[in-house]
């Protein structure tokens, strides 16, 4: 799939990786196979801080029925079915390379405006951004890109199409046919059993008109004394509550919704937004939060959350020095996402990027934006400006051909995409 300096390499290293994650969150966590009705592939089985499937959300039984276990990269058990690890290796390396980026697609953007990143660049995901008006559009725009996932252009794996649908200010699908979700504030006065009601009627209509993911819900914890004063989530009520057991109970009924609905939930921003003082979107600095440690109660919403089956932890773009002592950003930091999400946390699923292109990393060059995200154990990279596909897919490109281990990575990663793919019953191999 991803070219390397030898075919022996090559073969040792496919042998070594050729594996996918079917349960993603379930084989470590308990996610796909618990019987609470959290799962979206049932019992079988920003920008973002700021934002159809073609089949059932049922996978075949077929391709549910054998799962293995070998290493990763990095020596973590990783589960794997047949089917997941056979579409995986069929992909050409363009297409695999593909299945990492999620791309903006902005309302005021042509329809078509996509259709070239998706047939030439092999562009595997889409996210909706802008505000985007009305069910009717929302639903063709989604067969019109579900259109596009051709035999060439993604090996006939069909999209993940994704929005922002939190509630209140942040909720990228407004207008007829969508309701108007509260504030996660809000949502945390109700009671569990309510708001999982309300999260599974939001996320029906979601389905209706071809979204499979929500970039939902937020699981950061923001302090009382600092509340508003929080740029990013307090200023706009995004937070469950001030305590990680009100954000838990609350974030947990939400996913449970989403899930009961047909919809894959995502929990963010990992690992955690709660206590720094101003947006990563628009700011270098005020990112920073001094207090977090490995053992930082703040983390428990993002565990429950992999517990109750989220596909995907979106990773943010602040610093956080208890936990990686150079200050990188969190999606650059191999301490924060393989040491501390995947290894402490036990977390195998999809990593993906807050928007790639935010203020807050953006002095970094967006090839090596690309290749420090992977190296540091994420997968999926969103990007708000879809000009930067081509740059970032180029800069994986040349790094794997180079270097046999980042290649070892890329693979592990698409991988857990497909595998993801899978278990929302969006390809089989039947």
Not at 208 to 218: K, Q, Y
Not at 347 to 375: C, F, L, M, Q, W
Request: proline letters at 5%; charged letters at 20%; aromatic letters at 4%.
């Amino acid at each position: 799939m991803i070219s390397r300096p030898t075919a022996p390499v090559r073969a040792r290293l496919t042998a070594a990786v050729a594996v996918a994650l079917v349960g993603v969150l379930a084989a470590g966590c308990g996610g796909a196979g618990s019987d609470d009705g959290a799962n979206p592939t049932g019992s079988s089985g920003s920008t973002t801080s700021t934002g159809p499937g073609t089949s059932s959300t049922e996978p075949s039984a077929s391709t549910s029925a054998t799962a293995s276990t070998t290493p990763s990269a990095d020596g973590g058990p990783v589960s794997a079915t047949a089917c997941a690890r056979q579409k995986a290796e069929s992909l050409t390396e363009e297409q695999a390379l593909g299945q990492l980026l999620m791309v903006a697609f902005d309302t005021a953007a042509s329809r078509t405006a996509l259709d070239g990143l998706i047939a030439d660049q092999h562009v595997g995901n889409v996210i909706y951004l802008g505000g985007w008006d009305g069910a009717t559009r929302v639903k063709a725009t989604s067969a019109h890109l579900q259109d596009q996932a051709t035999k060439a252009a993604t090996a006939g794996i069909p999209l993940l199409l994704a929005a922002d649908q939190e509630g209140g200010e942040v909720r990228q699908l407004r207008g007829e046919g969508f309701t108007a979700p509260p504030t996660a504030k809000v949502q945390a006065q109700m009671s569990s059993s309510a708001l999982t009601a309300a999260a599974k009627g939001w996320a029906e209509e979601l389905k209706a008109v071809g979204i499979n993911v929500n970039l939902a819900p937020v699981t950061d914890t923001v302090p009382a004394d600092i509340g508003k004063a929080n740029e990013p989530i307090g200023k706009w009520g995004r937070q469950y509550g001030s305590d990680p057991k009100t954000v838990t109970r609350a974030s947990t009924a939400f996913l449970k919704g989403m899930h009961e609905g047909g919809i894959m939930g995502t929990v963010k921003h990992f690992p955690g937004l709660g206590r720094v003082e101003n947006n990563t979107d628009f700011n270098t600095t005020g990112i920073t939060d001094t207090v977090a440690t490995p053992n930082d109660p703040f983390l428990a919403p993002f565990t429950a959350g992999v517990k109750a089956g989220a596909g995907l932890v979106m990773v943010s773009s602040a610093k956080y020095p208890g936990l990686d002592a150079t200050k990188t950003q969190a999606m650059f930091s191999k301490p924060i996402i393989t040491g501390l999400l995947r290894e402490k946390l036990g977390y195998e699923g999809v990593v993906i990027t807050d928007d790639i292109n935010a203020k807050a990393v953006r002095s970094i060059p967006a090839a090596d934006r690309a290749v420090r995200y992977i190296e540091a154990g994420g997968d999926i990279l969103l990007t708000g400006d879809p000009k930067s596909v081509p740059t970032m897919t180029k800069a994986l490109a040349d790094k794997a051909r180079a270097d046999d281990e980042f290649a070892n990575l890329l693979e592990t990663s698409v991988l857990r995409v497909v595998a993801l793919k899978e278990r929302m019953g969006l390809m089989s191999c039947s």
